[in-house]
């Protein structure tokens, strides 16, 4: 499975930016998600949604200013109220099966190649 990303960029904060990520195959990817990784910290959880209306999960940090969307094996995810915080490599990933909570990124078998999301 591949996951081409497209999105991302630089923003002011309190702006917004969108991410989306496309998947080559839609039935090994029942989870598809973002994560983020900031320099010098591991990679953590943003949003997850799963196949056909199942679980979505956000992350503490980004309820009520971040949305996931999925259409069949498309994948985006809205980023409105930015902060400088908020500033990492983004990167989409998929799993075979649901997702589980809390979230783990060995979990998770197919990845992105990851887009910077800025925010001064």
């Known amino acids: 499975v591949q996951l081409v990303e497209s999105g991302g960029g630089s923003a002011l904060a309190g702006g917004s930016l969108k991410l989306a990520c496309a998947a080559s195959?839609?039935?090994?990817?029942?989870?598809m998600g973002w994560f983020l990784q900031a320099p010098g910290k591991e990679r953590e959880g943003v949003a997850v949604?799963?196949?056909?209306?199942?679980r979505t999960y956000y992350a503490d940090s980004v309820k009520g200013r971040f949305t996931i969307s999925r259409d069949r094996n498309t994948v985006c995810l809205q980023m409105n109220s930015l902060k400088p915080e908020d500033t990492a490599v983004y990167y989409c990933a998929a799993k075979f099966g649901g997702s589980t909570i809390p979230l783990k990124s060995e979990d998770f078998g197919y990845w992105g190649q990851g887009t910077q999301v800025t925010v001064s």
């Open positions: 949604r799963d196949i056909g209306g199942g």
């Open positions: 195959e839609y039935y090994r990817t029942h989870c």
